[in-house]
């Protein structure tokens, strides 16, 4: 006899995705899977009981959190090394995308713990299916940093980027996050705001670089609630679409007197350069130095 089907049996970890916002968003298989667990590890239990109260699920809760997940994900995976199933939820959509689990998930498999997946909301994915930008190729960025010098440090690193980036922000940070984007990205770059989505003030608004700050500014609502941001990547520099030998002289003059937004303005003005290419070789331009 094979000496692996004598070995211990252990549980599973299922990682179960939970509702954005409306509590019925949660699956038929995932509310099967919550009430067949041992337990529960949830991010915030307090948070979690009216979800599962509203199912009908009484199992026992697990915290399971930033501040204690590599002590408590060693716990989880003895009790899965004794045969017990357990499910990781999150305060809200899928565990692990910007939410606590990964040292458990990494440790359950390490283990050889089986880990399934119980697919649902994102957040996320859900604000790209109606974004109307490109979803076929995405870059998720979190939750940008909270300090504007790193904030906009990291919007440089990412101006040059082709996929539709997308971000997480809190109703206290939304509009400061969204006018460092106008001070980094191209004004006509198009921009997506999504906040309170299935619930019943569910926003989507499709503006540019330029004007989103307004919109946010003009409606005290706009400042509410949880935030998703897209912005649409930039478009692709054909080897042809390149500045000329004139056009490159007059932007590195500009860039020596004028901060980067003048000089690709000025430089475009004068010489007739495309404003993308301009502020793509720009920025190319600030880096070397």
Not at 180 to 203: C, N, Q, S, W, Y
Request: aromatic letters at 4%; glycine letters at 4%.
């Amino acid at each position: 006899m094979d000496s692996n089907n004598t070995s211990t049996p252990k549980g599973i970890l299922y990682i179960v995705a939970t509702p954005i916002g409306n509590l019925r968003d949660l699956s038929l298989r995932a509310i099967e899977v919550l009430r067949t667990v041992d337990f529960i590890a949830a991010e915030d239990t307090r948070h979690s009981r009216p979800l599962l109260d509203y199912h009908n699920i009484d199992k026992p809760l697990l915290a399971l959190h930033e501040h204690n997940e590599k002590q408590t994900a060693q716990r989880v995976v003895e009790r899965l090394l004794q045969a017990q199933s357990a499910a990781l939820i999150s305060d809200a959509g899928t565990p692990l995308i910007n939410d606590p689990g990964f040292p458990l998930v990494r440790l359950a498999r390490t283990h050889g713990i089986r880990v399934s997946p119980i697919p649902g909301p994102c957040a996320l994915i859900a604000t790209l299916s109606a974004s109307g930008l490109p979803v076929d190729r995405f870059s998720f960025e979190g939750f940008p940093p909270r300090n504007s010098q790193a904030r906009l440090s990291m919007l440089k690193s990412l101006t040059g980027e082709q996929r539709t980036l997308g971000f997480y922000e809190s109703s206290h940070r939304i509009l400061e996050f969204i006018e460092d984007i106008g001070r980094i990205f191209p004004p006509e770059r198009p921009l997506v705001i999504a906040r309170e989505l299935t619930k019943m003030h569910e926003t989507i608004v499709n503006t540019s670089v330029a004007h989103a700050a307004a919109v946010i500014a003009a409606d005290p609502y706009m400042q509410r609630g949880e935030f998703v941001v897209l912005i649409q990547g930039a478009e692709e520099i054909r080897a042809t679409e390149t500045l000329s030998d004139e056009q490159m002289n007059t932007l590195e003059l500009l860039l020596e007197e004028c901060s980067l937004k003048s000089a690709v303005a000025l430089c475009c003005k004068i010489t007739g350069a495309r404003k993308e290419i301009a502020y793509k070789t720009a920025l190319s331009l600030q880096e070397k130095r």
